[in-house]
């Protein structure tokens, strides 16, 4: 049987959940607890008992400038004597139309397998570096008197943190992927990661960037690095690399469209692809609905294949104006981009060019269709920060 986890189960939800990673103690215990009660938290039972189950965290992202409602999943686990039982399916499946029902509009999972995820609608949307820079490559951007406030969790400016979370949803809009983080998502982060510390630039008395970093023995661990200008990027370089005297390398993450390093003395330091999120588009229709599009010249027409999520599959009529209606598959025409769910949630955040969307399509393009999508679709690059 699935059904949302009871509060007086939420003890063996625990107990779950340490037996498949590693065990929660203290804040992080208090975050799960928290998750378990302001999520959609499903269960599955088999005679009474709790075998797996799987949560979906309210959040939201933005694609192409419009803030989607977000379902991000977490916490998958099954009892392994419950593994090869189609328990996680009824789960996904379940967890699906929940989503929808609350207006999750798209999903995103760091998978523990990307086979395993696909089959279930999900697909890549990010690439990432893993990067290490030695102390001998420091960027070294000059020497400037920036204005840079530094606390930390624990010696909290309060005033400065609210600007910090304004500044920070402000940018979220700018940026494919990013999320706009409400103070319980920022208590998330507290809870996890309380030795973080903030470094705050400010131009002319406004916020133009922050990192939240940690010190970790000799490495210097960015953990957010958000700026609105390539000024204040090279500020922010420049007070991380203040700490050259402490630290002897610097480790982040950073997505590969960014081109990090490009404008560094000396880009030649480690870099490791990483393809650690993927997304899933829930409910097709209110996602085509706010998308924007980059120019509509002619009325577009998609098929979408979804066997996981029925009510997304069908045929949908894009007009020049952005409405959206579902057509009758009798009155299809002939010509349209035909999709199955993975390819569609992964090309509409930018991942797959026309040419990757023709390779992956369930039926042949035409040279009109796909010039017609190609000016359709924005050109954008999604990052994504967030740990679920």
Same mark, same amino acid.
């Given at each position: ?28 215990? $208090? ?11 499903? =269960? ?21 400038? +419009? ?124 809870? /996890? ?9 400010? $131009? ?46 610097? $480790? ?8 990090? =390093? ?21 409910? +097709? ?73 023709? /390779? ?9 269709? $796909? ?18």
């Amino acid at each position: 049987m699935i059904k949302i986890i009871p509060k007086e189960d939420f003890e063996i939800a625990h107990r779950l959940r340490d037996y498949c990673f590693t065990p929660y103690s203290g804040e992080r215990r $208090k975050d799960f607890s928290y998750w378990l009660e302001n999520s959609i938290t499903l =269960g599955a039972y088999e005679e009474g008992s709790l075998a797996g189950l799987i949560m979906s965290l309210p959040l939201n992202m933005t694609i192409n400038t +419009v803030s989607y409602k977000m379902g991000g999943v977490g916490f998958v686990s099954t009892y392994p004597e419950y593994r090869n039982r189609g328990i996680m399916k009824q789960l996904i499946m379940e967890l699906l139309v929940k989503m929808r029902e609350k207006g999750e509009i798209v999903s995103v999972l760091a998978p523990y397998s990307v086979s395993f995820y696909r089959y279930f609608g999900w697909e890549l949307f990010v690439d990432r570096i893993n990067y290490t820079i030695p102390t001998a490559q420091f960027p070294n951007f000059g020497k400037e008197m920036d204005d840079v406030h530094r606390f930390s969790f624990e010696y909290n400016d309060k005033k400065e943190f609210q600007a910090v979370q304004a500044f920070h949803n402000k940018e979220a809009l700018k940026r494919t992927g990013m999320v706009q983080r409400e103070a319980a998502w920022w208590n998330r982060i507290e809870r /996890r990661e309380a030795d973080s510390f903030f470094g705050v630039y400010h $131009k002319e008395g406004e916020i133009k960037g922050y990192v939240r970093y940690s010190l970790k023995g000799l490495t210097f661990m960015v953990n957010d690095f958000v700026a609105s200008n390539v000024q204040a990027e090279q500020a922010l370089w420049r007070f991380i690399s203040s700490h050259s005297a402490s630290v002897n390398e610097i $480790k982040g993450s950073a997505i590969v469209n960014d081109y990090l =390093g490009f404008d560094f003395n000396d880009p030649q330091f480690k870099k490791e692809l990483v393809q650690h999120e993927m997304v899933r588009i829930v409910d +097709v229709k209110p996602f085509l609905e706010k998308y924007q599009w980059a120019e509509l010249t002619a009325p577009l027409h998609l098929k979408i294949a979804d066997k996981f999520a029925p009510w997304n599959a069908g045929v949908y009529r894009i007009e020049t104006d952005g409405t959206v209606k579902e057509i009758m598959e009798e009155n299809q025409p002939n010509d349209l981009l035909h999709l199955d769910i993975t390819t569609f949630s992964s090309a509409m955040l930018g991942y797959l060019n026309i040419s990757m969307i023709e /390779r992956y399509a369930l039926s042949d393009l035409s040279d009109k269709i $796909k010039l017609e999508w190609e000016k359709a679709l924005p050109q954008m690059s999604a990052l994504f920060y967030e740990h679920f």
